[in-house]
């Protein structure tokens, strides 16, 4: 039988709705709303990522017979909660930054208003996806600001879950990758996809010769050719006595970089092929992509440290119930109080503070119907009214807001180097 | 159109076979093997998981009608290609150390033994299955060795892509966690799953009191009712004051767990309750596990540092093409050869060299047929023969499997400080 994505849910979420069943208070209104109490150590913005999956998500959080099913045969719940269940639909409202946003501590990334019941459900899937493809893209946002005009591919898909692989291409595309080697993420999301070849290939043929012989001539002279199997010299003479000048590029993802690339665009231009780019690899990240900005390199290929949130492979954020009703109809913030992990009460909104077109803080504030206030651009927009997603759109569109928004940050938000949050968050 | 997994794949495995098809090599007989250099900093070992799951793509990897329409649009590949893609059948043997087995640097963990075109194409979803449950796995080995006899509840979920959550409950549970918060998993994987109620349950009703009411009467005095929302000692007064001396667990999920625990178990003793177990959880790590070893605590619950691996989210497994026929039909080792990336040519087999019972060694050999050893044990089984799936096992073989190899190391393959592989690996 299968699924939908209704069992991606704590067994917590499905007892708690039980006893609120029981209470009478699962039909209380209730506000959750997600963000993080941090950014990772010493980042200086934070992505929001995921939004359009989340949406996906909520739309099709269903329990089927197959769902129902399992629940009943593992005593999970009991027969009033599955019945619930049946006929389970969010039928409230959700607000949340635009996908590609920056994020600081403490911004209300998305709110979710409903009762509690049917809002509770939700909080796994929203914070599994939102958790990850933030991570992801936060990261690559870095990445991306360090190689400046080059492209980057995003080659990670190995180095993580073969699911969470697409939605990493999905997010570093978001956050101004060019392309991935992820051919699902190129078919659910169109992101754009790219590669040639491995070292397997060079060793399958019976000489490097044979191996670049064979990809010229069945991928053409404009594919990238990977130099450093055997010598990487010779490699480049190959390469260029094969292919011609026209060569569209050579690839080098092992031993010094840096050195690799000045040699090889040496010898490219000895050998007059001055138009074929020189493509680095294996294991970059941020720091080492920044390091290369002097090398002559005309694209990067990064996987691990990309699609692993290049050392913060979670966002950490959070779902709080941060308003609810009371048994007057009255709707009350709440917070937890004792010591430790601190949230806010109320439902909140947020704006971000604008001097001379530059960001200079995240205002949120629990005052209901704030106008947008004078300087400030409003953040939150309107992504499912009445149980109806509205605010879904293309990949591209959050690939252009994360570029707005990241270029409105101050210049220090920039720096590689640890530090605190580039604008201060103001509750109000 | 449902799509199978065939496109979870990088781009270039399929534009190498292209050209692959275009020489005539994509033919030859090839052997991959999957191993990782090294163990993530300081680890003294490694746990095998995603065998189980590797097994089932390799059988679902076939080219539908969607996957075939998506690579002829976006001209991935030329026609030949996606008439052999149509038609692709792993038809190869795949032999592959036990899931749950350790493993060591260069362990050769699976061995892939087909045409090349036919085993190059499950690179990426290879790896990307081994690379996240063994990261995982390798972590939770650790925390239930650091929580001795104390279960765990692996509760990550909410901390990773959606989809890694189900693998990832799935590979802490195979390397000895109780059980898991994700009602996926239990679905499709039958890991036992648990879980009450969060911060929001208490918060949403009008009082602790009702709250605690409401959940004991709907979920019986053996629940676990959640202690820390606003003064702890009160929250425990009122806990047993409402269910009685049969409460069956209080949690802590912020503070100072160790002295909480204490405070708690005095105060539940105080009161009678000495029967009711104290479980804690929030941000734990097989550190902080140990940690609580002294405190009086009957239970962790672990999300975030078991879903990432506990600061290595990726085992940094590689997947080399170590042999293949050369035009001649001779089966001939192969290596990439330049600086950087170590890899050893030739197939492999590997036996576990025991003295006394206790592991001594890692014996990696490239002799054909080599007999096992004397006081070895072998640690390659067979997982496909010709196409076809032997090697499945219910996930609590693999457990088993985990329990007698961990068992096996020397002692101070426990310590949780960094150190070396707790077995050297012995290549012959």
Redesign the interface.
């Known amino acids: 039988m299968p699924?939908s994505?209704a069992?991606?849910?704590?067994?917590?979420?499905?007892?708690?709705l039980?006893?609120?069943?029981?209470?009478g208070?699962a039909h209380?209104r209730?506000v959750?709303e997600v963000f993080a109490r941090h950014l990772p150590h010493g980042r200086r913005y934070g992505v929001v990522a995921g939004t359009g999956r989340v949406l996906d998500?909520i739309e099709g959080f269903r329990f089927g017979a197959?769902?129902l099913d399992?629940?009943r045969r593992?005593r999970?719940v009991?027969e009033r909660t599955l019945e619930f269940l049946a006929s389970y639909r969010f039928s409230g409202d959700v607000h949340g930054y635009g996908e590609g946003e920056c994020y600081f501590p403490g911004s209300p990334i998305m709110v979710v208003d409903g009762t509690?019941a049917e809002a509770?459900l939700l909080?796994?899937?929203v914070?599994?996806?939102l958790?990850?493809?933030s991570a992801v893209a936060s990261a690559a946002s870095r990445m991306v600001r360090a190689a400046g005009e080059r492209p980057i591919i995003e080659?990670g898909?190995?180095?993580?879950?073969?699911?969470?692989?697409?939605?990493?291409a999905r997010a570093a595309y978001l956050a101004g990758f060019a392309s991935t080697?992820?051919?699902?993420a190129?078919?659910l999301y169109g992101v754009p996809?790219?590669?040639?070849?491995?070292?397997?290939?060079t060793?399958?043929?019976?000489s490097e010769h044979?191996?670049f012989?064979?990809?010229l001539?069945?991928?053409g002279t404009g594919?990238t050719l990977l130099v450093?199997?055997?010598?990487?010299a010779k490699a480049v003479r190959t390469a260029v006595e094969l292919a011609g000048p026209s060569l569209g590029a050579v690839r080098i993802?092992?031993?010094?970089l840096a050195a690799s690339a000045h040699e090889v665009r040496r010898l490219l231009d000895g050998l007059g092929a001055t138009g074929t780019r020189v493509v680095v690899t294996?294991d970059l990240d941020e720091y080492a992509i920044a390091a290369l900005g002097a090398a002559p390199v005309d694209g990067y290929g990064v996987g691990?440290s990309v699609?692993?949130?290049s050392g913060a492979?979670?966002a950490?954020m959070v779902?709080?119930?941060v308003a609810?009703e009371?048994?007057a109809g009255t709707l009350q913030p709440?917070?937890?109080?004792?010591?430790?992990?601190p949230s806010k009460g109320g439902r909140k909104t947020a704006f971000r503070e604008l001097e001379d077109g530059v960001a200079a803080g995240e205002l949120v504030t629990t005052v209901p119907g704030c106008a947008t206030p004078a300087g400030t651009r409003p953040l939150l927009r309107p992504l499912v009214r009445g149980g109806v997603v509205v605010g879904r759109e293309p990949l591209d569109e959050a690939r252009e807001r994360h570029l707005a928004s990241v270029a409105e940050l101050p210049k220090d938000a920039h720096h590689l180097s640890a530090g605190d949050a580039a604008i201060p968050t103001v509750f109000t």
């Open positions: 699924m994505g069992l991606l849910t704590d067994h917590y979420e499905l007892t708690m039980e006893a609120a069943l029981g209470s208070a209380r209730a959750f998500a197959a769902e399992f629940l593992g999970v009991d509690f509770v909080e796994t899937v914070l599994s996806i958790n990850h493809d080659m898909s190995r180095r993580t879950h073969e699911g969470a692989a697409v939605a990493a080697s992820n051919l699902m190129g078919s996809t790219a590669g040639t070849a491995a070292h397997a290939f060793l399958l043929h019976d044979d191996a012989q064979a990809q001539d069945f991928l594919t450093d199997t055997y010598d990487v993802d092992s031993g010094d294996g691990t699609v692993t949130g492979p979670t950490s779902y709080k119930l609810r009371d048994a709440v917070a937890k109080q004792s010591v430790g992990k």
